[in-house]
């Protein structure tokens, strides 16, 4: 395993040779479970601790950042120096009182916008997932799940070609297979895929069907109204053994991209 295969390339390169000769290395934020970030190096994975940012001013780090890491002897283990520049970024106006920016990941190559073709087929939330991919600078694709649960998967796929045009459209099973080979062409070394989706619509799921085993949690969606709990509670991103890295992240239901709220403010 080396970075290269999470995405390491010559412009991340080209950025920090000074600093590497300095003594820091680089690695990739994989996982983020707060105050605790598990990253990759070419060493192999590490826990470090996110940067203490009291005023509130800090820059923000996101999975799928990479970053610069330096051992500290005063405290036996590395630290983040920096984070090098994106070259793209998905992100929301985070909830609360205070608006705020809220990057939801970082150096995505494709987004899956997900939905599933039972109950969460929804063009308006669709639009809306559509805006904030745009805006991120990756490449937007829609992948409608759950085809073997839907009789008229043609004319869904219709309606979402109408809702996002010039964008690829595909339905998939992550049951029977179908369209899942499809899926792949977006893979490869050093590609990058974030899904973005509301709950249950089958993203863990996928991503353990692409992974070739329960690499993350599932769970069944209630049969009374068809919808999931929040199975994925954090950002991960899964390299594959087919190349290529997928970042699943938890669900959401409502999206405000941060560059409109910035545009309305």
Same mark, same amino acid.
């Given at each position: ?104 990941? +970082? ?29 991120s600078g990756a490449m937007p694709v829609v992948v409608l799940t ?43 070394r050093g590609k990058t895929v974030a899904l973005l989706g509301s +709950?249950?619509?089958?993203? +863990? ?33 899964v390299l594959l053994p087919g190349g290529g890295v997928v970042m ?18």
């Amino acid at each position: 395993m080396s970075i290269i295969d999470y995405g390491w390339d010559e412009n991340f390169y080209s950025e920090c040779k000074e600093k590497q000769e300095q003594g820091m290395f680089p690695a990739r934020v994989i996982a983020d479970y707060g105050q605790i970030l598990r990253v990759i190096a070419d060493s192999g994975e590490l826990l470090v601790n996110r940067p203490i940012n009291k005023n509130g001013d800090g820059i923000q780090i996101a999975v799928g950042d990479w970053i610069l890491l330096q051992y500290d002897d005063e405290i036996r283990s590395e630290r983040i120096c920096t984070v090098l520049k994106r070259k793209t970024k998905f992100s929301r106006a985070a909830a609360g009182i205070e608006v705020k920016e809220q990057i939801v990941a +970082s150096n995505v190559d494709t987004v899956f916008i997900i939905q599933s073709l039972n109950r969460d087929f929804n063009m308006k939330r669709l639009e809306r997932y559509l805006i904030a991919a745009w805006n991120s600078g990756a490449m937007p694709v829609v992948v409608l799940t759950k085809a073997d649960l839907c009789d008229d998967v043609e004319s869904k796929k219709s309606l979402a070609f109408e809702t996002a045009p010039g964008v690829e459209v595909h339905a998939i099973s992550c049951v029977t297979g179908e369209g899942i080979e499809e899926i792949r062409k977006y893979f490869g070394r050093g590609k990058t895929v974030a899904l973005l989706g509301s +709950s249950g619509v089958g993203k +863990s799921t996928f991503v353990n069907l692409l992974a070739g085993g329960e690499v993350l949690k599932t769970q069944d969606i209630r049969e009374d109204d068809s919808r999931g709990r929040h199975t994925t509670t954090h950002r991960e991103l899964v390299l594959l053994p087919g190349g290529g890295v997928v970042m699943d992240t938890p669900g959401m239901r409502t999206l405000l991209p941060w560059k409109q709220m910035r545009e309305w403010r």
